[in-house]
């Protein structure tokens, strides 16, 4: 599998964004995917999980009820929908397989990540 992830860009605190990760290779769908981030200076942080139907989800405190994890099936595409933006949110985000896991993160299936930013 090769991730592409996009959709990043400068919003404003309390504005939103969508990020997708887009997902090549036939098997998209028995994968458990997870979105992690990282700041400048700071620890590559998990920020949510989801399952292979997407039915079940699981998200960091910081980010509970303000961004929400999906997928598209028939498009192999991973999504996350951030809102109520904060500052501390601005990093780098990075698509990846498995639960929890980082490890797609920092290897070529993994890809660059899409820049977040958030300010006035």
């Known amino acids: 599998v090769q991730l592409v992830a996009s959709g990043g860009g400068l919003a404003q605190p309390g504005g939103s964004l969508r990020l997708s990760c887009a997902a090549s290779g036939s098997r998209f769908i028995s994968y458990y995917m997870s979105w992690f981030r990282q700041a400048p200076g700071k620890e590559l942080e998990w920020v949510s999980s989801i399952d292979g139907n997407g039915n079940v989800a699981n998200y960091s405190d910081y980010v509970k009820g303000r961004f929400t994890i999906s997928r598209d099936k028939i498009e192999s595409t991973l999504l996350l929908q951030l809102g109520s933006l904060k500052t501390e949110d601005s990093a780098k985000y990075y698509c990846?397989?498995?639960?929890?896991?980082?490890?797609?993160?920092?290897?070529?299936?993994g890809g660059q990540g899409t820049q977040v930013t958030v300010s006035s």
């Open positions: 990846t397989r498995g639960w929890k896991s980082k490890m797609d993160i920092g290897t070529p299936r």
